[in-house]
């Protein structure tokens, strides 16, 4: 087994630090000399270190203004390898099929657990979402982002960690179709959210089941 470098060790200190204080993502960490001096090692070592920890998608620095706790919140860019898959559209199928079966009940888990502010936030990317549609404009990123705000709904980790990697699909999905869905995608996204904002479990699954089905479908016809 090798032994741990001085940077390695700690990269984990700094993990551990970040853990312990309940940073947040977008929390900025403390100056480089606190950090020296908390973690009692010098410059090179803390900078070695912070890289390791850039390359690991946990944190991100910014020329000027210090070091942040990453959005990404330690997700590698691929984690499941989605980029080396040779047949994209059988990798479309798939993830939409993985869908079907993970996201209606996480939709009626957001309904159960969804607090104000992640309502709030729910309704604020949905805002964004229904006016990019009734623009015409390419709209794929906001999609996905809609469907992480409602995985991030349940307070489950594992789901708000898992929904932004096979939410992927949904890009994928949208390049893959011609002509993008509008109307109806707009209806969906509305009724999905108006179920979770007065946390009827129910009408939520349902709803969140609907739209994937039709998204389903659509792909499946050409």
Avoid at 176 to 194: G, K, N, P
Wanted: some cysteine.
């Amino acid at each position: 087994m090798e032994k741990q470098t001085l940077a390695e060790r700690t990269a984990e200190r700094l993990t551990a630090m970040i853990r312990a204080r309940n940073y947040g993502p977008g929390d900025r960490l403390p100056t480089e000399q606190e950090l020296m001096e908390q973690l009692t090692v010098g410059r090179n070592t803390l900078r070695e270190a912070l890289r390791f920890l850039v390359s690991r998608n946990m944190v991100v620095i910014r020329q000027g203004a210090g070091t942040f706790v990453s959005e990404k919140q330690g997700v590698a860019d691929d984690p499941l390898g989605f980029g080396m898959v040779g047949d994209q559209r059988k990798l479309t199928r798939d993830l939409l099929a993985a869908r079907v079966i993970l996201e209606p009940q996480i939709a009626a888990l957001a309904a159960q657990n969804a607090e104000e502010e992640d309502i709030q936030r729910l309704e604020e990317v949905l805002l964004q979402l229904e006016t990019r549609m009734r623009r015409r404009e390419w709209y794929a990123e906001l999609d996905s982002a809609f469907h992480t705000a409602v995985a991030e709904c349940t307070h489950n980790q594992v789901m708000a960690r898992l929904i932004p990697v096979i939410a992927d699909g949904v890009r994928s999905f949208a390049e893959s179709v011609e002509q993008a869905e509008y109307e109806e995608t707009l209806r969906s996204h509305r009724r999905i959210f108006e179920a979770i904002r007065t946390h009827r479990a129910v009408e939520a699954q349902a709803e969140m089941q609907y739209h994937l089905l039709f998204n389903q479908k659509r792909y499946g016809g050409l």
